[in-house]
């Protein structure tokens, strides 16, 4: 779903951290486990996780359109200027869905929108959402989108988000709070899309309309 700078060191965790033992005490090796990879986590992506965000990209979308919203290069250059706006869904260590996102600063996205990160901009562009093939039709989307736009909501420089999308996923997108402005002005081969926006402020709507 073609979709949607800060120091690589403020890494967003988006669920409490375990808490540390005192000093000298010991836990089980099951412990240890739940500790160190949790059963669920969501978090901001590194570069360290961009060949696991491209393998599940390119399951979803070469599979069916013979094209991907980001390629692996694509994928690494938006981890290392904007890792804020991602976030990943991780169970017991494994990546099983993802956004990723970019600056923008433009009422409508061009062509430049797909591989540019505008850090004065106060527009989040959703560049790709991605569910991986074993954990789809969990509603694991859904609620990957929702915390992603609470999480944009928390960034006071974001104002709203935008998307494209193929006609067929508007409605998802409009559960969230996003709206239909038009046709993009973007295309990919034969491929047409539909442009939508989404405010950030005043997220009230998110619970009551998301289902999460």
């Known amino acids: 779903m ?27 090796p099951s412990c240890q486990r ?7 986590e969501f978090r901001c992506l590194t570069l360290e996780d961009a060949v696991s965000v491209f393998e599940i990209e390119r399951e ?10 980001l390629y692996l290069e694509e994928i ?8 804020e706006l991602s976030l990943g869904w991780f169970e017991e260590g494994r990546l099983v869905a993802f956004i990723i996102g970019s600056l923008w600063d433009e009422e409508r996205l061009t062509q430049e929108s797909l591989r540019l990160h505008r850090p004065g901009g106060h527009v989040a562009h959703l560049h790709v959402l ?3 093939h074993t954990f789809r039709q969990q509603g694991k989307g859904s609620i990957l989108l929702w915390r992603y736009l609470h999480h944009l909501g928390g960034q006071r420089a974001v104002r709203r988000a935008v998307l494209m999308c193929e006609e067929a996923l508007v409605p ?4 969230f709070g996003f709206q239909a402005v038009g046709p993009c002005a973007i295309t990919v081969g034969s491929l047409t899309f539909t442009e939508l926006q989404c405010s950030l ?12």
Do not use: D, W
């Open 76 to 83: 690494r250059h938006f981890l290392t200027l904007c890792p």
């Open 130 to 132: 991605a569910v991986h």
């Open 172 to 175: 998802f997108y409009e559960k």
């Open 201 to 212: 402020r005043g997220q009230a709507f998110l619970r009551r309309n998301s289902g999460c």
């Open 34 to 40: 739940r500790h160190t990879l949790p059963a669920s």
């Open 2 to 28: 073609p979709a949607a700078r800060m120091s690589m060191q403020r890494i967003c965790h988006l669920k409490p951290e375990a808490l540390s033992l005192p000093p000298g005490a010991s836990e089980s």
């Open 60 to 69: 979803a979308f070469i599979s069916v359109s013979g094209i991907c919203p």
